[in-house]
């Protein structure tokens, strides 16, 4: 089964820092999918007309990333756009390429679809001189977003796409039990006093981090064992040992690498002496599961 393929459609003078932003979230919030961005999808060598039909015809849809550049103004003197231009090559081939794909991978689609989408720009065709082959793109069903409203807009222009496309979104936040009263209370340690302890032996490799979040706080470290099967025992006997603590990791588990993220979020993600015991249990668990190999 092939995932649903989303080709970028823009000028790179135009929208290319948005169509990248576009590619990771899209990526990022929906299940299943794969984004083709023509400056990263590009091999040197590749003849450039007949590497983006390849792409094209590999999509499920084309997302018309539609800027102040796009095309020539209607007021302005430039001629429109046609033979040559290849973001007409790419919207008009959109429309008439049928899709390759089986039964099995179409997604239900009988034809490719096209959204077009007004980044940083009036959501109007009319202020544009637009090829006949792409004027199609005017019957259509616009969407728009800007880079002030991004972080806000962005997860539902892609819940509203993800409905159109009959695509899934990711799971949302994480989610947490009801805050432990006790725990609230705890102080978080300031900053500098955290990074003071860090610099004893006994809390070798663990460092502060706040994954882009400036409210945030967490402790954070990758242990590593010779091979999966320490790695699983690791997480045992840490599991066992937060149950009695009542405190809970963040982690992920790839091979023989497990990589932990520490806070106490009952105490609005800061790290307190909970993430600090926890911390050290840890190091000293994966010590002893070293003596056993």
């Not at 007309?49 to 102040?68: C, M, N, Q, S, V």
């Not at 979040?213 to 937060?242: G, M, N, W």
Request: glycine content about 4%; charged content about 30%.
């Amino acid at each position: 089964m092939q995932p649903f393929t989303f080709f970028i459609s823009y000028r790179r003078q135009d929208t290319a820092p948005i169509a990248l932003l576009l590619k990771n979230e899209i990526e990022k919030r929906l299940q299943f999918v794969r984004v083709s961005v023509d400056v990263e999808e590009l091999m040197p060598g590749d003849e450039f007309p007949e590497r983006l039909k390849g792409l094209i015809d590999g999509a499920h849809a084309t997302i018309a990333l539609i800027g102040k550049e796009w095309m020539p103004r209607n007021n302005a003197q430039e001629e429109s756009r046609g033979k040559d231009d290849w973001v007409v090559e790419e919207l008009a081939y959109s429309r008439s390429a049928p899709l390759i794909f089986t039964d099995f991978d179409s997604f239900a689609l009988n034809e490719r679809a096209v959204i077009p989408l007004f980044a940083d720009c009036k959501r109007d065709f009319n202020q544009f001189k637009i090829n006949g082959r792409i004027s199609y793109l005017k019957d259509l069903q616009a969407e728009y977003i800007d880079y002030a409203g991004w972080p806000s807009a962005i997860g539902p222009l892609l819940d509203r796409i993800a409905v159109r496309l009959g695509l899934k979104k990711r799971p949302d936040a994480d989610e947490y039990p009801k805050p432990d009263v006790s725990k609230a209370r705890t102080q978080p340690l300031p900053d500098a006093e955290l990074l003071q302890i860090l610099k004893y032996d006994d809390y070798e490799g663990w460092y502060i981090d706040n994954f882009g979040d400036a409210e945030v706080r967490y402790l954070a470290k990758t242990f590593k064992f010779p091979h999966f099967k320490q790695a699983a025992e690791f997480i045992s006997l840490v599991s066992d040992h937060c149950r009695v603590l009542n405190h809970h990791p963040e982690w992920r588990n790839v091979f023989n690498a497990v990589t932990v993220s520490l806070t106490t979020w009952d105490a609005h993600r800061r790290v307190t002496i909970y993430d600090m015991n926890l911390a050290l249990y840890m190091n000293m668990a994966a010590k002893a599961i070293a003596k056993l190999k």
